[in-house]
């Protein structure tokens, strides 16, 4: 099952390579930075230099790529000299002070950070559901937040071989979203609990271990939705094109340290049977089934850590309404919902001319 690479994007993209880049990453010693570098390696983009940028805590840093020892680099505008692809993942801040700037001076930018998600003028991209929108780029491109990611690459041909009318999602989510604190502090308050010690929650509002929170991320007050909620609905419609869609979303932060999991229910405005469904899926890039139910298979995130593939398993129709189906999607948030995601848009855009 540990697939590491979408062999049917690669080949494409080796088969167009005419240049090699200087490409930074910025957040390099993050969790997403450093899937960023294995990611880059792994699908042979053509790299001619790497700049590796954190902030400057972490400067003079060493860490690998392609088998070689690189200095991690502290970020400035004179760092990205002669770089012509950025890859951010060192949150909003970094994005706000250096995107723009790096757009004006020719530097393409593609930002896993929510701070030009919505924006007007910036494409919002999962390459196998809406790689058009790229062509309309003007220096910045958005990585989608990693919920609407899986989800969306889910649902893409089921959208467009019937249409959905609305979407209902639950998530559960793993801590790795938050950043190494989180997975630290689930680590060491599972210890803490066996142990029979008491815990005291620092990156959450409460204890992680062996528990569940559906409000693990930041409230607004006049909804009463997480912003995580929120991302999805916004984006999802930014993504498909469609505000008319109907879109309704409860996030939860699970005890898991690696691989969101969703459970998606869609009423779509042409009967679609579950057969149909999968035959769909089946054919569709980036997508892998795991759906035997006489044997009990299905995706779970502790089997998928690791790879670049959106898995899809128990599928049903719903026993009431006969546009109704049900279904549960996993992928690493890490790879697909951040770091795979983001390089397939860069291999995109080589495969469109456009870098």
Known sequence: MRERKNIENIEEIHLMKTKTLNVAVVGSTGLVGGEILKVLAERHFPVEKIVPLATARSKGTQISFNGKSVTVEEISLEAFRGVQLALFAGGDKSSEQFARDLAKQGTIVIDNSSTFRMAPDVPLVVPEVNPQALKNHNGIIANPNCAAIQMLHALKPIYDAVGIEQIIVSTYQAVSGTGKDAVVELLEQSAQ??????????????????????????????????????????????????????????????????????????????????????????????????????????????????????????????????????????????????????????EQLLADGLL
Request: glycine share 6%.
């Open 193 to 346: 609990v066996l142990k029979g010690e008491k815990t005291t929650p620092k990156v959450y509002p409460n204890q992680i271990a062996f528990n569940c929170m559906p409000q693990a991320w930041t409230l607004d007050s006049s909804t009463l939705y997480t912003e995580e909620e929120l991302k999805v609905v916004k984006e999802t419609k930014k993504i498909l094109g469609d505000n008319q869609i109907k879109v309704s979303v409860t996030c939860v932060r699970v005890p898991v340290t690696r691989g969101h999991g969703e459970s998606v229910y869609v009423i779509t405005k042409k009967r679609i049977t579950r057969n149909e469904a999968m035959e769909l899926w089946k054919k569709f890039p980036g997508i892998r089934l795991i759906d035997e139910p006489e044997n009990r298979k299905y995706p779970t995130p502790f089997e998928i850590a690791g790879t670049d593939f959106t898995y899809v398993g128990h599928i049903r129709e719903d026993l009431d309404n006969p546009n109704g189906l049900f279904f549960w999607v996993v992928a690493d948030n890490l790879r697909k919902g951040a770091a795979t995601n983001a390089v397939q848009i860069a």
